[in-house]
């Protein structure tokens, strides 16, 4: 069963605008979630996390929004850059688990110029 | 430098042999990871492994078997490959509770 969800597999936005990237999770013993970008033949690499004892991330144009109540994370990239173009994965874990991260099945974004 | 590095990048063998996938990170993490990219591209957690405990995923087939000589190495060891086993394989390394980093890939192609 999956645990960590991304129900949109793609996303296109102009470039200067706005990208939102949505997550949902269903077991509410994860605390820690974060994002993942991935290019082509790369591994995933890290952009941004939160804990649950948070509702917001701020990273330069990155920020990450959790609503636990909702159990839903977004991802928000302003003002969005052609090079942000990638698959991006939101992850989550818990100590429960080993702090082992469930990742969602990701979202392909593409800015266009 | 690379932080987490793994070789080969790729890997083409036949059925039934019995391969390993080596990774190494010079991050000083206390717990590494091995993930299986399907061709679906869904990446799942195989293997999570720190000085204390190895904790399995319970999907995993016990052919696959990871082996640490020391904190900075996790190989993963595949005896009888399968068709199926054909996938991106991923080793990642964090510090207990933070993010993890990753390796580049390893593709395997089983023939």
């Known amino acids: 069963d999956q645990q960590v969800k991304q129900n949109s597999p793609s996303l296109s936005v102009q470039e200067g605008r706005i990208s939102i990237l949505n997550c949902d999770y269903t077991n509410s013993m994860f605390d820690y979630f974060l994002w993942y970008k991935k290019y082509p033949a790369e591994g995933p690499t890290f952009l941004i996390s939160?804990?649950?004892?948070?509702d917001k991330n701020e990273d330069g144009r990155f920020t990450v929004f959790l609503n636990k109540s909702a159990k839903h994370l977004s991802l928000h990239i302003v003002p969005s850059q052609p090079g942000d173009s990638a698959v991006y994965f939101c992850a989550a874990s818990t100590p429960n688990t080993g702090n082992q991260f469930y990742f969602g099945t990701g979202t392909s974004l593409t800015v266009i110029p | 430098d690379t932080a987490v590095s793994q070789t080969p990048k790729y890997l083409v063998t036949q059925m039934g042999n019995d391969k390993s996938i080596k990774c190494e990170q010079n991050l000083g993490h206390d717990t590494m990871y091995w993930y299986k990219q399907d061709s679906k591209k869904f990446l799942k957690i195989m293997f999570s492994y720190n000085n204390k405990e190895l904790i399995i995923n319970e999907t995993v087939p016990n052919r696959f078997s990871p082996k640490s000589p020391d904190k900075a190495h996790l190989n993963l060891h595949i005896n009888s490959l399968e068709l199926g086993d054909s996938a991106v394989y991923f080793c990642?390394?964090?510090?207990?509770?933070?993010?993890?980093?990753f390796g580049q890939g390893t593709r395997l192609t089983v023939v």
């Open positions: 990642a390394s964090s510090h207990t509770g933070k993010a993890a980093f």
């Open positions: 939160i804990s649950s004892i948070k």
